[in-house]
C-alpha cells in the first residue's frame, strides 16, 4: 500500500472532484483515477459513486476515510520528529549586553555561511548560560564575562572601548540623570573612582537598548560604547561627555571543549575570531 493512494483518496473526499484533486496534488486527472482505481482493487470495493456533477462516498468509502486519516497523520507525524531528530541546527545563547552586542552579528554569519542550518538564539543569565552550555542545551554561548570552567573553551569575540556620553537635559555636573549600565565591577570600579557624585544613578539596568531608550527620551550621562556614543554624536542626539581610558568591555564566546554532534564543531570554529 502507496501512502499516496490515501493522500490521493482523502483529497479527492474534500474536493468532491477528480480534476480540483489533480490540480491540488500537482498530478494529472488520469493519474487521481488511476490511484483511486488502485486503492479500490485493494480494499475490493467501491469507495466513489461517480456523478455527472458531484462524487459521493459509498458506504465503504465513509467508513475507510477516518482510518486513512489517521495513517496519513501518524506518518506525518514520524516524518516530522525523524527530521527534527536528524535536522543540522545549533543553538545560541547570549546575555542581555552580549545579546545586543554580538549576537546579530554572529546570526547573520550563521544565516550566511551555514543557509541549511536551523538556528535558535536566546537571551540568559550568566548562571543559566553557564548551566545549559555544560548541559549542553546550547552550543555555543556569549558574555561580556568570563566562564571560569575547564570544560569550556572562550575566545574574545570583540573588545570595545567604552565612553562617558551625556545626551541633552543634564549639565556635565550633573549626575542626577546618570543611567548605569552593567558593564562589569571593573569598568564601574573605574567611572566611581573618577567621578564618585555617580554612585547614585536613576536608573540601573543591563540593557543598552533600554539604556539609549530612557537616555533618548529624558536625556541623562552614561557609559556607552564608544562607537555607539560616535553614532549618537553624529547624528546630533548627544555630545561626548568624556572619554574613558583603558575602560573596555570584552564580548567572549564560549563553547565546550569537546563537541559531539557531527558537523557542530565547523559551524562553531567558524563564528571564532582568526
Known amino acids: 500500500m502507496d501512502i499516496r493512494f490515501l493522500t490521493t483518496f482523502i483529497e479527492v473526499v474534500n474536493t468532491r472532484h477528480f480534476g480540483k484533486a489533480a490540480e491540488n496534488l500537482y498530478l494529472t486527472q488520469s493519474a487521481v483515477s488511476a490511484r483511486i482505481k488502485l486503492l479500490e ?13 458531484s462524487i459521493q462516498l459509498t458506504q465503504a468509502g465513509e467508513k ?16 516530522q520528529e525523524l527530521q527534527v531528530q536528524s535536522a543540522e541546527y545549533v543553538v545560541c545563547g547570549a546575555t542581555q549586553l552580549a545579546s545586543e552586542l554580538t549576537l546579530p552579528g554572529a546570526l547573520t554569519h550563521l544565516h550566511n555561511a551555514f ?9 540568559l543569565t550568566l ?40 545626551f541633552a537635559g543634564n549639565g556635565k555636573g550633573d549626575a542626577n540623570g546618570f543611567v548605569t549600565i552593567d558593564w562589569g565591577a571593573k569598568v564601574r570600579d573605574k ?12 536608573l540601573r539596568t543591563n540593557s543598552l537598548s533600554l539604556a539609549l531608550s530612557t537616555l533618548q527620551s529624558e536625556g541623562g550621562i552614561a557609559v556607552l560604547p564608544h562607537e555607539t556614543a560616535e553614532r549618537l554624536v553624529e547624528s546630533s542626539s548627544a ?23 557531527v558537523g557542530l564543531s565547523e559551524v562553531i570554529d567558524s563564528l571564532a575570531p582568526a
Open 41 to 53: 482493487e485493494y480494499f475490493h470495493t467501491t469507495l466513489f459513486i461517480r456523478q455527472r456533477n
Open 64 to 79: 475507510l476515510l477516518p482510518y486513512a486519516k489517521q495513517l496519513c497523520d501518524t506518518l506525518n507525524e514520524a516524518k
Open 115 to 123: 543557509p541549511d542550518w536551523s538556528v535558535k538564539a536566546e537571551v
Open 127 to 166: 548562571d543559566n548560560l553557564s548551566r545549559q552550555l555544560h548541559e549542553r542545551v546550547i552550543d555555543v554561548a556569549f558574555s561580556t564575562e568570563v566562564l571560569k570552567s575547564e570544560e569550556v573553551v572562550s575566545h574574545v569575540m570583540e573588545r570595545k572601548q567604552l565612553s562617558l556620553c551625556q
Open 191 to 202: 567611572v566611581l573612582t573618577q567621578f564618585p557624585d555617580f554612585r547614585d544613578a536613576k
Open 239 to 261: 555630545t561626548f561627555f568624556e572619554s574613558l581610558n583603558d575602560c573596555f568591555v570584552n564580548v567572549y564566546m564560549h563553547s565546550m571543549k569537546s563537541v559531539r554532534r
